[in-house]
């Protein structure tokens, strides 16, 4: 089965840039979605192919992919980012895979 | 407005069966490949199943083949998901995710899920 590695937490102060690593084996060659989930809420779609911005997601968040890992990267941090960040992907085999998942933590 | 809303969650004992059901709005649902996601209390996210616009494709992630099923109503524009045999493991909270026109796309809609409790 296909495996998606993200750091249990990141950290950054307030105005900052936040980068959420996902790694995978040759995950350049697949399409990565990004979602965030706030407690107690449902997951909202940050990201998708890559690199695409859905309607009413901030210009903030951009997202990269190549090799064996792709990033969400977040510019100018603000305390409402704060939240879980999940990178996802389809896999032949083991249909859609998530990562663990990454608290972002703004101090 | 466009919109996933779960139903049928709750408290079953080990061996039980459940029912969840997901109505959606403001969108045609027959469009859309449909998937069911949990979430295990203080864990990650899990796909579960996904099925095609017509129903006529299923896939299931391994622990819940044999044992769940997926299944659609278009005519009311409804989701569910049979779960039979249950076990400690199975309880999460289950999400109900719009899909796109082929099996691999992300999920851009998400109810806010009904929780699944397996105990005895």
């Known amino acids: 089965s296909y495996v998606l590695t993200q750091p249990p937490s990141v950290s950054v102060a307030p105005g900052k840039t936040a980068r959420i690593t996902c790694g995978g084996n040759n995950i350049g060659s697949k399409s990565v979605h990004w979602y965030q989930q706030k407690p107690g809420q449902a997951p909202v779609l940050v990201i998708y192919y890559d690199s695409d911005r859905p309607s009413g997601i901030p210009e903030r968040f951009s997202g990269s992919n190549s090799g064996n890992t792709a990033t969400l990267t977040i510019s100018r941090v603000e305390a409402g980012d704060e939240a879980d960040y999940y990178c996802q992907v389809w896999d032949s085999s083991s249909g859609a895979v998530f990562g663990g998942g990454t608290k972002l933590t703004v101090l | 407005e466009v919109q996933l809303v779960e139903s049928g969650g709750g408290l079953v004992q080990p061996g039980g069966s459940l029912r969840l059901s997901c109505a959606a709005s403001?969108?045609?649902?027959?469009?859309?490949?449909m998937s069911w996601v949990r979430q295990a209390p203080g864990k990650g996210l899990e796909w579960v199943a996904n099925?095609?616009?017509?129903?006529?494709?299923?896939y299931y992630v391994d622990s819940v083949k044999g044992r769940f099923t997926i299944s659609r109503d278009n005519a009311k524009n409804s989701l569910y998901l049979q779960m039979n045999s249950l076990r400690a493991e199975d309880t999460a909270v289950y999400y109900c995710a719009r899909g796109g026109a082929g099996p691999n796309f992300h999920f851009d809609l998400w109810g806010r899920g009904t929780l699944v409790t397996v105990s005895s």
């Open positions: 403001g969108f045609t649902f027959s469009s859309y490949w």
């Open positions: 099925i095609k616009q017509d129903g006529s494709e299923k």
